[in-house]
């Protein structure tokens, strides 16, 4: 736990990607300076998966299931962390306020996907494997420093056995079935009903899965950051900027209405483009949602496409507009 106890406010709830632990995965982002604001407003719990503590030596299930004394999570997961905060939330809609999901596959593995895995098994290393999971082409071939790092986390501090499990658990996963809602359609498909923020890196092998998720998900309710010249952790690559997408987000949940806000700044153009949320914490039809907004005022579709936004002109974004920055 970290952060600051406060009965009225949810818990932070983060979930790592595979091959990962909540310190590999998370310390960078939260040991920002920039990370303080959140930290003197919410308290963190950190789940790490079943047995990928530091030289744990067994296997062991953790059931998230049973209420605190807090109510409410916000979700931040990644990879693999982020598929099981979605599916927590899906299953227990009354206790997630918001989610925060990075690099999110919704998908179940295909059958050429399966082939492939199976013959990476046979040709690679764990830890090549779970390097390739984590990183683009261009980042394994470029930043030899941050690759280093994290085969050196894989190999030396984390038990072998329980990532290579934790690894095909999840390689062997069901697709979370969510249905984008249809304005005169079924009110009971499966989706997501609180807010969400989908991020991931340009460069991050997660990006199709992530834009494929974002045309799945409630377009009302959530929000695509696409984050140019990032690869695949955004959070250790460029936390200021997930952070900065952090504070708008939470902000459109009611929170930190206090805070020091400073601006996303796009690095397509010299405009500027932020989040400038009002939503209710109330999650009932009447409440005014939370919305994405820049200094400009005229409406863009909902379904404006990432790489063709252009930020230099006056543009209002609704939540499920791609961002690009």
């Given at each position: 736990?970290a952060?600051?106890?406060r009965?009225?406010?949810?818990i932070?709830?983060?979930?790592?990607?595979?091959?990962?632990?909540?310190?590999s995965?998370?310390?960078t982002?939260?040991?920002?300076?920039?990370?303080?604001?959140?930290l003197r407003?919410?308290?963190?719990?950190?789940?790490?998966?079943?047995?990928q503590?530091?030289?744990?030596m067994l296997?062991?299930?953790y059931?998230?299931?049973?209420?605190?004394?807090h109510n409410?999570v916000?979700?931040?997961?990644v990879?693999?962390?982020a598929?099981?905060?979605?599916?927590?939330?899906?299953?227990?809609?009354d206790?997630?306020?918001?989610?925060?999901?990075i690099?999110i596959n919704?998908n179940?593995?295909?059958?050429m996907?399966s082939?492939?895995?199976?013959?990476?098994?046979?040709t690679?290393?764990?830890?090549?494997t779970?390097?390739?999971h984590?990183?683009?082409?261009?980042?394994?071939?470029?930043n030899?420093?941050?690759i280093a790092?994290?085969?050196h986390?894989i190999t030396?501090?984390?038990?072998?056995?329980?990532?290579?499990?934790f690894y095909r658990?999840?390689?062997?996963r069901?697709?979370?079935?969510?249905?984008?809602?249809?304005?005169?359609?079924?009110?009971?498909?499966?989706?997501?009903k609180c807010?969400?923020?989908?991020v991931?890196?340009?460069?991050s092998?997660?990006v199709?899965?992530v834009?494929?998720?974002n045309?799945?998900l409630?377009?009302t309710?959530?929000?695509?950051l696409?984050?140019?010249?990032?690869?695949?952790?955004?959070?250790?690559d460029?936390?200021a900027?997930?952070?900065e997408?952090?504070?708008?987000?939470?902000?459109?949940?009611?929170?930190?209405s206090?805070?020091s806000?400073?601006?996303?700044?796009s690095?397509?153009?010299?405009?500027?483009?932020?989040?400038?949320?009002?939503?209710?914490?109330s999650?009932?039809?009447?409440?005014?949602?939370?919305r994405?907004?820049?200094?400009?005022k005229?409406k863009q579709?909902?379904?404006?496409?990432?790489?063709?936004?252009n930020?230099?002109?006056?543009n209002?974004i609704?939540?499920s507009?791609?961002?690009?920055?």
């Amino acid at each position: 736990m970290a952060g600051t106890p406060r009965t009225k406010c949810p818990i932070i709830l983060t979930y790592h990607d595979t091959g990962l632990n909540h310190k590999s995965c998370f310390e960078t982002l939260f040991n920002h300076e920039d990370m303080r604001e959140i930290l003197r407003h919410f308290p963190v719990c950190h789940v790490e998966a079943p047995g990928q503590h530091e030289e744990w030596m067994l296997l062991v299930f953790y059931i998230f299931k049973q209420r605190s004394t807090h109510n409410l999570v916000i979700g931040l997961g990644v990879g693999a962390g982020a598929y099981v905060l979605a599916k927590f939330a899906l299953n227990h809609s009354d206790m997630v306020d918001g989610l925060i999901l990075i690099n999110i596959n919704p998908n179940a593995e295909g059958l050429m996907d399966s082939v492939a895995n199976k013959l990476t098994e046979w040709t690679q290393t764990l830890p090549d494997t779970i390097i390739a999971h984590i990183f683009g082409k261009d980042e394994i071939q470029t930043n030899h420093d941050l690759i280093a790092t994290y085969r050196h986390h894989i190999t030396a501090t984390m038990n072998q056995s329980n990532v290579n499990q934790f690894y095909r658990s999840y390689h062997s996963r069901g697709a979370l079935e969510v249905e984008r809602p249809v304005p005169g359609g079924s009110i009971n498909v499966r989706t997501l009903k609180c807010s969400t923020l989908l991020v991931v890196g340009d460069h991050s092998p997660a990006v199709d899965h992530v834009v494929d998720c974002n045309s799945k998900l409630n377009p009302t309710k959530t929000t695509l950051l696409k984050m140019a010249d990032c690869g695949g952790l955004p959070q250790v690559d460029q936390p200021a900027k997930v952070i900065e997408a952090m504070k708008y987000f939470i902000q459109g949940l009611g929170y930190l209405s206090s805070a020091s806000m400073t601006r996303l700044r796009s690095r397509t153009n010299s405009s500027t483009s932020s989040f400038d949320g009002s939503r209710s914490r109330s999650h009932t039809n009447d409440s005014q949602r939370g919305r994405l907004s820049s200094t400009d005022k005229n409406k863009q579709p909902h379904d404006t496409p990432m790489e063709t936004f252009n930020g230099n002109s006056d543009n209002q974004i609704s939540k499920s507009t791609g961002v690009v920055c």
